[in-house]
């Protein structure tokens, strides 16, 4: 059981640390929906870990899997090497995948990781067509592309920019947030397709022919889960596909 002392030591994220420290909350075990803490008061996990434990907790069937694989092979690179469990999770996810447009597969291990690798992929592929031009990265404004400096860059909640230096060549579009036009909708809000059409002013301002790519969540999460209107994402889709953009999701 962590005592006083022992949680001096770790630095936590996104958290007021001294507030946690001086009342910490510790969860010691979690089974299905719940987490137990440390008294076994159960406390119902709304969240699903951060939105990444979505089978529950203690799962038996994903214990057993990573028990008999943790005995088999607990880790091998994929630097000049590989393993055949990684082959055919890409493959299964290609078969899962909404369109048979995808044909490759690049692991990462966290949603931060993931967005500047794909910013890269994005920028690498533009300059392999032989479009060295395709510089700008184009983001959303309250968007959260996790913690890399590619990810605050395009991101667009304020607060995580102020204390960095950030990427050039990065520009922003409005977001959705409208409580007079969008209060209390279920589903997907009627109002705000148009709101796309805010991707044309930047291109206006610095030419199609200077984006590489923009990135969006298809739901915002971090900003307080705005859905995306009717419309919107399928609008958004038509001006990166006529203007040569990539579209990172």
């Known amino acids: 059981m962590a005592n006083q002392n022992s949680l001096e030591h770790l630095w936590m994220p996104f958290s007021a ?55 088999k092979l607990d ?12 082959f055919e999770a890409a493959q299964k996810l290609l078969q899962i995948a909404p369109s048979n447009d995808f044909q490759y597969v690049f ?22 067509l032989g479009n060295s031009d395709k510089t700008i990265l184009v983001g959303r404004n309250r968007a959260y592309h996790g913690v890399g400096f590619g990810g605050i860059s395009v991101g667009g909640l304020a607060y995580n920019k102020i204390h ?43 030419g199609a022919d200077q984006i590489a790519a923009f990135i969006t969540e298809p739901v915002a999460g971090s900003t307080g889960v705005l859905v995306p209107p009717k419309g919107y994402l399928e609008r958004i889709r038509e001006i990166c596909t006529e203007h040569n953009i990539l579209l990172i999701f």
Request: hydrophobic letters at 35%; aromatic letters at 8%; glycine letters at 10%.
């Open 164 to 206: 960095f230096s950030l990427l050039n060549n990065v520009d922003h579009i409005c977001d959705t947030h409208s409580l007079e036009k969008n209060a209390f909708s279920k589903g997907q809000p009627d109002w705000g397709k148009e709101l796309a059409d805010d991707l044309l002013r930047v291109i206006e301002k610095h």
């Open 107 to 128: 692991f990462t291990n966290s949603g931060s990781e993931s967005v500047d690798t794909a910013l890269k992929i994005a920028l690498g592929y533009q300059q392999h």
């Open 75 to 86: 880790f091998a690179p994929s630097f000049q090497m590989g393993h055949p469990l990684g």
């Open 17 to 71: 640390n001294r507030d946690f420290k001086s009342s910490p909350r510790l969860m010691n075990e979690g089974e299905g929906m719940y987490y137990k803490k440390q008294d076994g008061t159960p406390v119902l996990d709304g969240t699903a870990g951060l939105w990444c434990c979505n089978a529950g907790h203690a799962n038996k069937k994903i214990v057993n899997a990573i028990r008999e694989q943790a005995s």
